[in-house]
């Protein structure tokens, strides 16, 4: 069957890009994007209808059709194979280089890739349907849109479950994405293009994001990025349907997608204002464009929030209400929020290079990019008001957009993460990318087209990898392998999970307990059980450990883990069994690690050994 899937695979893929080509006239270098756009919109279709696996051969066998419809009406066969058109093949270098890094032994070793990508992806591939209000382990998360899991359920559907199949997946979809920015915003010219390539991919690790993880931020990053390089560069009508392409799709990669998409919108609005004049507002047909965008938008959204009201059950959060914005208590929280925004967007280190030549912070960063507009414009006099349109627009729209993230750390998240500000400059650094790709992409088309600047800038794409590249990058061209600390962390509970596996049928529950820890050994748990449901929180439990300590909720075992059948001790400590050594059967002792089977005998809590 995987042999049948291959050769589908690459039949579909070659005649949605002979069916692209022909009629819409696109780069080739812009075709896989959009192809990949189109599998995952189709999938995702017919996803939320209950239909995921037909969806992944149904978007194959369209393509195919659509391209021998194409050659049924065309008169002249006219698609030829131009020997020329094999310079395009060193665009796949970085895609060959990142896929030969994924090491064969290569498993998930990051956080976030326990705590909800991994497991979401591996819950569809189990039950072949999105995620509903009966998949377990998914906490809060389950809000989430599935798109970045539809394209790797399709690569697993076609190739078999395999982490690393799901890793390589990831990284095809941020390359192409990537891939399709910089060929279109250097409007075909192929050394500009491979310059603007590789720096593109210097810069997803300049801005501490990385291809070597299934994390979202790299991939939301490089699709916003490649649906504004559509926006600012419509000309003909096919280009307006892959922007509605792109702005549905982008909405879907995470929620924050949805005002990615707004913003969008309001870059495509400007751009065209700035183009055509003020009269512009006049035209009908550009209020048709806002009209038909925007509709992308409103589907795209609530397509997976009727998809959650009827299988979820679940809404998105509400603010707290209006006596809580007035109390001292928040206007504390308020406060110190404030103040660490204000002091991390001074800290350096927002954007890195190697060799420490380049550390940027992030009002630096926004600096440089204004900077580039207005040198650019002024280089460039021709379209001068639209590079200033572009960058004003879209500084306007960084900086709405770092608000909005300020206003969701207030209103949504949690007081931990809130005055500390956990994770911000992974988030911010979603539009960071886009604006600082734009800028270098109006900088590299201002240059000089004569022939012996080809020779500038293979040089500069030389000493870009040697000397801007970090570490990081240089590591995982190596190879990608699971950080050293984490995977022995996850092989020890997979040596318990492996254990308790030969005693759980279907529906049994566990729990998981690791006192005094953070947490990350209990999300590996939850992943590696799957699709058995185990607890989420609570796994230290007891009195505090401390001040920071925001995990240890104060209760026993028995009050816990009632309602479960098994239990999984990591690590335990003296606190924890001198609080419930009490729970034992007999003839069962205290492990610092090991498995416990629990019973409810006479309405009494019993933790009975499995591990010997």
Wanted: net charge positive; with cysteine.
């Amino acid at each position: 069957m995987i042999y049948f899937n291959i050769i589908f695979a690459i039949l579909s893929c070659a005649c949605g890009f002979i069916f692209l080509r022909k009629t819409s006239k696109l780069e080739y270098l812009e075709i896989p994007f959009i192809i990949i756009s189109l599998s995952v919109a189709i999938t995702y279709i017919f996803g939320i209808f209950g239909y995921l696996k037909p969806g992944v051969y149904i978007s194959g066998l369209l393509l195919i059709l659509a391209s021998i419809t194409c050659f049924k009406k065309s008169k002249k066969h006219n698609f030829k194979l131009d020997i020329k058109n094999i310079r395009y093949l060193i665009f796949l270098i970085p895609f060959i280089v990142f896929w030969k890094a994924v090491d064969s032994t290569y498993i998930f070793s990051e956080w976030d890739e326990f705590s909800f990508w991994g497991p979401s992806i591996k819950l569809i591939y189990e039950y072949g349907h999105f995620y509903t209000k009966d998949s377990p382990n998914l906490g809060h998360f389950i809000i989430y849109p599935p798109i970045q899991q539809t394209f790797q359920y399709i690569a697993l559907t076609l190739l078999g479950w395999s982490e690393r199949t799901i890793l390589i997946s990831q990284q095809m979809f941020v390359l192409s994405a990537l891939l399709f920015s910089a060929s279109r915003l250097t409007k075909g010219n192929l050394v500009k293009t491979a310059l603007l390539f590789v720096l593109s991919i210097v810069f997803v690790y300049s801005f501490n994001y990385s291809l070597s993880n299934i994390y979202a931020d790299s991939l939301l990053a490089a699709y916003l990025t490649a649906t504004l390089a559509i926006a600012i560069t419509i000309k003909r009508k096919t280009d307006l349907a892959i922007l509605f392409l792109a702005m549905f799709v982008l909405v879907l990669v995470k929620q924050i997608g949805l005002v990615l998409s707004l913003l969008v919108l309001f870059t495509f609005f400007s751009y065209n204002i700035a183009k055509y004049g003020v009269g512009h507002l006049k035209n009908k047909k550009f209020y048709l464009q806002i009209i038909i965008l925007s509709i992308a938008i409103i589907v795209s959204y609530y397509s997976w929030s009727i998809y959650l009201s009827i299988y979820s059950q679940v809404e998105n959060p509400i603010p707290k209400s209006l006596d809580y914005f007035m109390s001292s208590e928040f206007h504390s929280k308020f406060e110190a929020t404030v103040n660490e925004f204000i002091a991390r967007i001074f800290n350096n280190g927002y954007f890195n290079t190697g060799h420490g030549i380049i550390n940027l912070s992030f009002i630096t960063l926004l600096i440089a990019c204004v900077l580039v507009f207005v040198v650019t414009s002024i280089i460039n006099k021709k379209q001068s008001k639209e590079i200033i349109t572009i960058g004003l627009s879209m500084v306007f729209s960084f900086a709405l957009y770092n608000l909005f993230l300020l206003f969701c750390y207030l209103v949504f998240f949690s007081e931990y993460e809130c005055v500390r500000l956990a994770s911000f400059e992974r988030y911010s650094a979603t539009y960071s990318y886009a604006l600082f790709f734009m800028a270098s992409a109006i900088l590299i088309s201002s240059l000089p087209e004569k022939k012996i600047a080809s020779l500038i800038y293979s040089v500069v794409i030389i000493v870009s990898i040697l000397y801007l590249s970090p570490e990081k990058m240089f590591k995982d061209f190596q190879k990608i392998v699971p950080g050293e600390y984490n995977y022995q962390r996850r092989m020890n509970v997979e040596r318990l999970v492996a254990e308790l596996r030969g005693y759980m049928k279907e529906g049994d529950t566990s729990y998981f307990i690791y006192p005094n820890s953070n947490g990350f050994e209990n999300f590996v748990y939850s992943y590696l059980q799957l699709p058995f449901k185990t607890s989420r929180d609570c796994w230290t439990i007891g009195k505090s450990y401390g001040n920071d300590d925001i995990y240890t909720c104060n209760r026993n075992i028995s009050e816990v883990a009632s309602g479960y059948k098994y239990l999984t001790i990591y690590k335990a400590d003296d606190n924890f069994w001198n609080d419930n050594k009490k729970f034992l059967s007999e003839g069962s002792s205290a492990m610092e690690s090991g498995n416990y089977k629990i019973e409810i005998t006479d309405g009494k809590f019993y933790l009975k050994n499995i591990t010997q």
